[in-house]
């Protein structure tokens, strides 16, 4: 296994690759190529310009989060065929270039959603914070929103077009055009050697009437046998999946990575509250209501070789950075995590 750290690039992140470096636990980057739009390729010398700056700081490029997938592919709509050729190219290319892990989501019109991103804890600390109640009254085809999570590339109008578009397809044709994507997508993955990693959705329920499908074991079961290939894998995500009480996320971990079907794992923590809202908190099991020494415990027995990441972080000691991204939380995250590891894997023996 390797730890990783996602970076968002000179040009966007507070955190430098040096900085990463100097924590001594993550070896690897996630990253990506934060200019391109869904439905581009990606040019085999942009992806080796970006593996060669991350290496010239002494790391390791280990995957891609995210190449994204199109509303045009998600909805079934006009541009669905020319933007899952982009798809195959850029994967071809990525392949070339020594990169073998690529995660991305199938969530409509938004990838996450909060409703704050600097909720203060009694230590003075903040995090992102998801609260039904600051959502009530909401509705997107009549109001401006603008959640964090939306992508502020659409307009008010597009995204209210979007939401009907879902709308109509449900989740039935939501489905459908997973089975299409997979189909043309997986085939080419597996022989470029990368792994698909499926993010789950963040939160892992409907939000505004939207069909989201990626929220439970019985869903993920059903993506993982559409194309039953090593290369069509899961992201599990220990804090989108957790924000459910109806997800066993230990017993979940140790199924797929039984199966080998686990090509990344986000690792945080996440405070379920009675009315399902949750709060991000820090990655310690006392913290929030998840067993994070069980999921470790679930990885270490199972043989878990795969990339993982010290998720979200808590925004501490000042820093100024990315809501969730950055580096002083994530850094402890990482030394929690490490020595739950090591722990385990001592103890075994």
Not at 28 to 47: R, S
Not at 303 to 321: S, T
């Amino acid at each position: 296994m390797e730890m990783t750290m996602r970076w968002f690039g000179k040009d966007y992140d507070t955190v430098t690759l040096e900085q990463i470096k100097q924590t001594r636990y993550a070896t690897g980057i996630i990253t990506t190529l934060y200019n391109k739009m869904p439905g581009e390729v990606w040019n085999l010398d942009e992806i080796l310009a970006m593996k060669k700056e991350v290496e010239d700081a002494g790391l390791h490029l280990a995957g891609i989060e995210s190449v994204n997938v199109s509303d045009a592919i998600k909805t079934g709509g006009a541009g669905r065929d020319h933007d899952i050729q982009a798809y195959i190219e850029t994967l071809e290319n990525l392949g070339k270039a020594d990169i073998h892990m690529v995660c991305y989501n199938f969530m409509p019109v938004f990838d996450w959603t909060r409703t704050q991103l600097d909720k203060e804890a009694e230590d003075g600390s903040t995090s992102l914070v998801m609260y039904w109640e600051q959502m009530k009254g909401l509705d997107p085809l009549k109001d401006d929103i603008h959640l964090p999570g939306w992508d502020s590339s659409y307009t008010q109008d597009e995204v209210r077009e979007l939401i009907r578009a879902y709308g109509e397809i449900g989740e039935k044709g939501l489905w459908e055009n997973i089975e299409y994507f997979l189909k043309r997508v997986i085939p080419v993955a597996e022989e470029c050697g990368v792994v698909m990693a499926l993010h789950p959705d963040d939160p892992p329920y409907p939000i505004f009437g939207l069909p989201r499908v990626i929220t439970c074991e019985e869903n993920l079961d059903r993506y993982l046998s559409i194309v039953d290939s090593p290369a069509n894998s899961l992201c599990l995500c220990t804090g989108s999946l957790g924000s459910s009480p109806k997800n066993d996320i230990p017993a979940m971990v140790r199924k797929y990575s039984a199966m080998k079907r686990i090509g990344f794992m986000h690792i945080r923590n996440v405070k379920i509250l009675p009315d399902t809202s949750f709060e991000e908190s820090g990655h310690l099991t006392q913290n929030g209501s998840l067993d994070m020494n069980a999921i470790v415990k679930a990885l270490v027995e199972t043989g878990f070789d795969g990339y993982f990441r010290p998720d979200h972080g808590r925004m501490i000691w000042d820093e100024v950075a990315m809501p969730g991204y950055g580096l002083y939380d994530r850094a402890l995250g990482a030394t929690y995590l490490n020595g739950l590891w090591e722990a385990i894997e001592k103890g075994a023996r």
